[in-house]
T-cell receptor, first 109, second 112 residues
Framework: KNEVEQSPQNLTAQEGEFITINCSYS?????LHWLQQHPGGGIVSLFM???GKKKHGRLIATINIQEKHSSLHITASHPRDSAVYIC???????????FGKGTRLSVIA | DVKVTQSSRYLVKRTGEKVFLECVQD?????MFWYRQDPGLGLRLIYF???????EKGDIPEGYSVSREKKERFSLILESASTNQTSMYLC???????????FGPGTRLTVL
């Protein structure tokens, strides 16, 4: 079974800082997801990646398939970015996601 | 707007009670999932279903059962609730090869 590790577990940043959250997995995958969970519980999908890089607003996600590693970057961070960010991988085909434990981000004004 | 709804946001039950958590999706998704989320442990898969009347055990199925009689509805059942089942329960649905999941708002269950 794939193991998904995220780092750091907790991150505190000042408003405006550039933030990086890392995700590593142990075996080959067909896709990787980044998810965001705000206080209160709701989880939303930010990105789905199978290669390369995707950008949406101030969020950028990259994946290196050979290194088995993905990063989520937030540029010009803002207090509203405070949330738990979760990495999840798809091993193959239509199999259940395997989740990392999440990174709790707090952005202070 | 796609939607996954769960029957309750907060629920308080007593030890030994039978508990039903309902999840409904309006996206005609084939796949539905039940997770529980606990501090420090992340999301853990309880059961999932890839089709009506079909179910598969996830990582932590003990003490739970599920029912999927209609495509849009997936129910999680705690046959005899225990205090260690106090948790946040999240339902999700998905479709397609890469399994992008859409989550419900969650039910915070407290068992006293």
């Amino acid at each position: 079974k794939n193991e998904v590790e995220q780092s750091p577990q907790n991150l505190t940043a000042q408003e405006g800082e550039f933030i990086t959250i890392n995700c590593s997995y142990s075996v080959g995958i067909s896709a990787l997801h980044w998810l965001q969970q705000h206080p209160g519980g709701g989880i939303v999908s930010l990105f789905m990646l199978s290669s390369g890089k995707k950008k949406h607003g101030r969020l950028i996600a990259t994946i290196n398939i050979q290194e088995k590693h993905s990063s989520l970057h937030i540029t010009a961070s803002h207090p509203r970015d405070s949330a738990v960010y979760i990495c999840a991988v798809v091993n193959s085909g239509n199999t259940p996601l395997v989740f990392g434990k999440g990174t709790r981000l707090s952005v202070i004004a | 707007d796609v939607k996954v709804t769960q029957s309750s946001r907060y629920l308080v039950k007593r030890t030994g009670e039978k508990v039903f958590l309902e999840c409904v999706q309006d996206m005609d998704h084939e796949n539905m999932f039940w997770y529980r989320q606990d501090p420090g442990l992340g999301l853990r898969l309880i059961y999932f279903s890839y089709d009506v009347k079909m179910k598969e055990k996830g990582d932590i199925p003990e003490g739970y059962s599920v029912s999927r009689e209609k495509k849009e509805r997936f129910s999680l059942i705690l046959e005899s609730a225990s205090t260690n089942q106090t948790s946040m329960y999240l339902c999700a649905s998905s479709s397609g090869q890469y399994n992008e999941q859409f989550f419900g708002p969650g039910t915070r269950l407290t068992v006293l």
